[in-house]
């Protein structure tokens, strides 16, 4: 399980985000929603979500973001709190 300083998990502290708004939401643009198979466009949801659902379509190569800018419409999130923002979550990321 992952530590999150003054949080039990990871999980937690995305709870606490969501509780206080802060989360940060995605949805696909209609006009995509043939690429993604399985997504609904249109509906917001939290982008960690999304992401975890589109890392198991065969049909999405992993890229440095798996929601594509130029796809999908993103709202809210605040910086991470300090003790996330050494969190890697990008496949790009590089590993020490």
Known sequence: MLSCGA???LGDAMARDAA??????????PEYAAVYQGIAPGVWQPAWVLAEQLAA???VAPAERL???HHFEFRGGRGRPP???GL??????QTD
């Open 7 to 9: 949080f039990d998990t």
């Open 20 to 29: 206080f708004g802060r989360e940060r939401q995605v949805r696909l643009k």
């Open 57 to 59: 379509l065969p049909s």
């Open 67 to 69: 929601c594509d800018p």
């Open 83 to 85: 003790e996330l923002r």
């Open 88 to 93: 890697r979550t990008r496949s790009s990321d």
